[in-house]
C-alpha cells in the first residue's frame, strides 16, 4: 500500500517561508511525476507545482518566483520551499504522486492527507 504523508505545514507571518516534505513509501517501484496542490477557503483545488522523473518543473503562476519543488529520488521525497508567503497562500496544501508500485504494476495517482498553511499577521 503506497502512503504519501506530507509535513510542515503552519502559521507564518506575510513575507515569511516555509517548507513542505511529502515522503511516499511502500512498495513503490518508480516515481513518474510528484508534486502539490492547494485548496484555499472557497476554492477549487489548483495545481501549485509539479516535478517529472526527468527533473522538470512545473508552477501556477501565482507562485513562480517564490516557491521550488525538489525532490530527493533516494527518499521518494518532494519538498515545496514557500517564499514571500502572502495571505492568498493560504490553503490546505496535499501531496500528489503518479507512482508504479508492485500492488497494482499500473501507474497510478495517490494523494497525501494535506496540511494547512495559514499566512496571517
Known amino acids: 500500500q503506497v502512503q504519501l504523508v506530507e509535513s510542515g505545514g503552519g502559521l507564518v507571518q506575510p513575507g515569511g517561508s516555509l517548507r513542505l516534505s511529502c515522503a511516499a513509501s511502500?512498495?513503490?517501484?518508480?516515481?513518474?511525476?510528484m508534486g502539490w496542490y492547494r485548496q484555499g477557503p472557497g476554492k477549487q483545488r489548483e495545481l501549485v507545482a509539479a516535478i517529472i522523473s526527468g527533473g522538470s518543473t512545473n508552477y501556477a503562476d501565482s507562485v513562480k518566483g517564490r516557491f521550488t519543488i525538489s525532490r530527493d529520488n533516494a527518499k521518494n521525497t518532494v519538498y515545496l520551499q514557500m517564499n514571500s508567503l502572502k495571505p492568498e497562500d493560504t490553503a490546505v496544501y496535499y501531496c500528489?504522486?503518479?507512482?508504479?508500485?508492485?500492488?497494482?504494476?499500473?501507474?497510478?495517482?495517490?494523494w497525501g492527507q494535506g496540511t494547512q498553511v495559514t499566512v496571517s499577521s
Open positions: 511502500g512498495s513503490i517501484v518508480r516515481v513518474n511525476a
Open positions: 500528489n504522486g503518479y507512482l508504479l508500485s508492485t500492488a497494482t504494476w499500473r501507474p497510478q495517482e495517490y
